[in-house]
């Protein structure tokens, strides 16, 4: 038990050691760290530029920017004292327009007096075709036609779904009375019943008839 007690306590002497170890180990680093820091401050104080170096080689043209917006469009410049030109030649004659709709139909003249039978003329040139007319009134309806044979009978349609349960309908007459069954088998013998209780006395009934008188023997 005193071994174990022992070996115990050397143990946390040894970890306690080893954490103050550690301690100053980061101790040292830090003071370290510290000194590099002021000595790199010192040095960027004291630091003297050196000479400037020779001027490097132009580089390469980058690539062109993109166009700017288009400038305010400046004053106008003064009028020219140059002479007037000659005259252009003649266009090329522009395409036919499209017909024009026809005129409505002037007053029709006083009739004139009949003039000398002139020799026969020329025919003519055929007429434009007139407008359509107006439409027709609707004729007469026809006669009923006669009745067209029976068509082929059409294919069966598919079965419908089955329809919702109907309501119950009012209750049936009652039925005839059946025969009378056969006579069952006897039962079995029930258990004795409670006795009654005392029934009233009855009434007292008549005197009977009187009796005939024996002679006493002698002795």
Known sequence: MVVMIIMVITYLLLVLAMVIMLNKINLLQKQQ??????MQEYIDCTRIPGPRGDKGPRGDNGPRGDNGPRGEMG???PTGDGLIGPKGLPGQQGDMGTKGDTGLTGQQGITGPTG??????????TGQRGF???QGDIGMPGQIGNTGPKGDI?????????????DTGPKGD????????DTG???DKGDAGVSGSKGDTG???DTGAKGDTEPIPES
């Open 75 to 77: 004053p106008r410049g």
């Open 33 to 38: 760290l510290q000194n590099l820091e002021n």
């Open 203 to 205: 009434a007292k009934g």
């Open 154 to 166: 059409g294919i069966t349609g598919q079965r419908g779904d089955t329809g919702p349960k109907g």
């Open 116 to 125: 000398d039978t002139g020799p026969k003329g020329d025919i003519g040139t």
């Open 174 to 181: 009652t039925g005839l009375t059946g025969q009378q069954g």
């Open 132 to 134: 359509t007319g107006p």
């Open 185 to 187: 088998p006897k039962g």
